[in-house]
């Protein structure tokens, strides 16, 4: 059974940095991709990043691209998401979210629903 913890939410003003860490378990990963997903209050839950697990390729939502930056261990079985030049907007919980890579270019890794979620992880960045 695949299991997803996150850790290294936390409070942070803005233009400070966070890194997110995402340690997956309970199978091997090798054809899967590993993204990120936040959630704000009174908003729906949106596409952040993702990185294929075999080969590295990485995608990010128009909104985080030059400030986030996705890294997988695939000795470790983890994937981080450091997070630079935060702004309040940013808030959010912040869940990581695998499954098996699909054929997806582009813009089209938004609408990507995968099966496997952890629990999320709270930022809140302040003003």
């Known amino acids: 059974q695949v299991q997803l913890v996150e850790s290294g939410g936390g409070l942070v003003q803005a233009g400070g940095s966070l890194r997110l860490s995402c340690a997956a378990s309970?199978?091997?990963?090798?054809?899967?991709?590993m993204g990120w997903f936040r959630q704000a209050p009174g908003k729906e839950r949106e596409f952040v990043a993702v990185?294929?697990?075999?080969?590295?390729?990485?995608y990010y939502a128009d909104s985080v691209r030059g400030r986030f930056t996705i890294s997988r261990d695939n000795a470790k079985n983890t994937v981080d998401l450091q997070m630079n030049s935060l702004k309040p907007e940013d808030t959010a919980v912040y869940y990581c979210?695998?499954?098996?890579?699909?054929?997806?270019?582009?813009?089209?890794?938004?609408?990507?629903?995968?099966?496997?979620w952890g629990q999320g992880t709270q930022v809140t960045v302040s003003s």
């Open positions: 309970g199978r091997t990963f090798s054809n899967y991709a």
């Open positions: 990185v294929r697990w075999s080969g590295g390729f990485t």
């Open positions: 979210a695998t499954d098996i890579s699909p054929l997806m270019a582009g813009s089209g890794w938004s609408r990507w629903r995968p099966r496997y």
